[in-house]
């Protein structure tokens, strides 16, 4: 029988989509420092999901330290958070990117090696799907999914579950750092260069651009820090 890999499918809440899309708003600037926020009722309209969704993201925002509630009043933009928390949750940006290294480099060679056909298929499939994806959140997803699936075509399956439980801490940073000018067009350069590496069963290939890729990320990460620190 063939070598066969399911890539583990990432599950995002609802609440937790409401949330990522808030958290961005209030990063760009869309929501200033002690401005009140929307009511559920109008945010639950906006999203299309119920106030319980809407309740559910906002006591997540509260947690992050991004907002306050008061009773009778609404719920109010805060004082940001030290950018390395509000980029990355639990963990300092420096400390995701020296995982992601000594884990998503080695994985890359390995995918490169032992890749199937469905692995390639996925991989193409994702690479196509980002170059043409224009909304923040989608780009985020499709990035997220791709490193998984690079770890899924280790035929290692614990290289897909520790980097999608990696991905999932990192998702304030991604969405942050989707968002700095000029960077989706590198992302795709650099996604392409991993993907022809890998396709090309090239190790050493493999090795480089997923080095030089995470090494874009972790720049772009000091950069964003140093502008909101």
């Not at 990696?166 to 000018?181: C, K, P, Y």
Request: proline share 4%; glycine share 6%; charged share 25%.
């Amino acid at each position: 029988m063939p070598h066969m890999m399911i890539v583990p499918v990432e599950q995002r809440s609802a609440a937790e989509n409401v949330r990522l899309q808030l958290v961005g708003l209030i990063e760009r600037g869309h929501f200033a420092v002690d401005e009140r926020l929307p009511s559920e009722a109008e945010l639950a309209q906006s999203f299309g999901v119920s106030r319980s969704v809407v309740r559910e993201a906002l006591q997540s925002l509260q947690a992050l330290g991004l907002t306050r509630s008061h009773a009778g009043k609404g719920t109010f933009v805060t004082e940001r958070p030290p950018a390395a928390r509000l980029l990355s949750g639990r963990y300092l940006p420096t400390q995701l990117n020296e995982v992601r290294e000594t884990l998503e480099i080695p994985a890359a060679a390995l995918a490169a090696e032992r890749h199937t056909d469905a692995d390639a298929a996925t991989l193409r499939d994702l690479v196509d799907r980002f170059e043409v994806a224009d909304d923040v959140a989608e780009r985020v997803e499709i990035d997220s999914q791709f490193h998984v699936a690079i770890g899924a075509a280790t035929g290692n399956p614990l290289f897909a579950q520790l980097i999608g439980e990696l991905r999932a801490e990192m998702q304030e940073q991604a969405m942050a750092l989707s968002n700095e000018s000029g960077r989706p067009r590198k992302v795709r350069a650099e996604h392409r260069a991993v993907f022809d590496a890998i396709i090309a069963r090239d190790a050493d290939g493999a090795t480089a651009a997923m080095r030089a890729h995470l090494g874009a990320v972790a720049r772009a990460s000091r950069r964003l820090n140093a502008t909101k620190g």
